[in-house]
């Protein structure tokens, strides 16, 4: 066999094992970047709308009692009017879905509106009979938003109860909004982190033939005298 023969296979051998490696090396730290990237935009995520909610549910139960200290003197005296206009008041609020005033009975005497299409109907589901029963602020998961109940006394006398509905769809898309923003940023980062692993690549492949033929050549001299002393 020629020593030329023999070096160009030590080049090809070394060549496709750097190939391999820095391959497989590329391809770990890849997928370890877009795992990272993955993980912190989930988690962002999920922190801010923890944080949306929890602050929506401090609003909430900042109008609940306002409103229920409000309502006492118009609940004595039964006075829909200054009842209707503390309601509506609340009710234009941002995030605020719906409202009720009701009795101690749980009849609604306001919802904000001014059609109050419910006027004197008893609100019996679960949500209703909890809110009655809740002896302080109660807050209650009700669909895609939250529910806070407070109720309205006077001393020992329970009066009715206010009720806060509060929306969480600005809570959903703020939470979007950051998973597509955060989604762009891994997608431009994977972007740069592909260039510099392909230059990174390049420059160990380089390197591998450089020092390939630096040891094949280093093997084909003592055989190449060899042979020439043979002849």
Known sequence: MRPGSVAR???AATVA???GVVVVLSAIALASFRASIESVSRLGAEDLGQGLSAEMQRRGELLARQLARDVVDPLLRLDLT????LAVTVRAQPDVSYLYVLDGEGRLLHDGTPEIERFDQLLDGDLDRRSRQAASVLVQRSGAGLDV????TLGEQRLGTVRVG???????????ALRER???LARDGLRRALGWV????????????LAAN???RALTRPLARLADHAR
């Not at 200054?82 to 206009?85: N, V």
């Open 149 to 152: 109940a407070v109720p309205v």
């Open 9 to 11: 296979r030590h080049v």
């Open 198 to 209: 392909a230059l990174a690549a390049l420059g160990l492949l380089a390197a591998a033939v």
């Open 214 to 216: 630096s040891l094949a």
């Open 17 to 19: 094992v750097v190939a």
């Open 82 to 85: 200054s009842i209707g206009a």
């Open 166 to 176: 509060l929306s969480l769809h600005r809570v959903r898309r703020e939470q979007a």
């Open 182 to 184: 955060m989604a762009e």
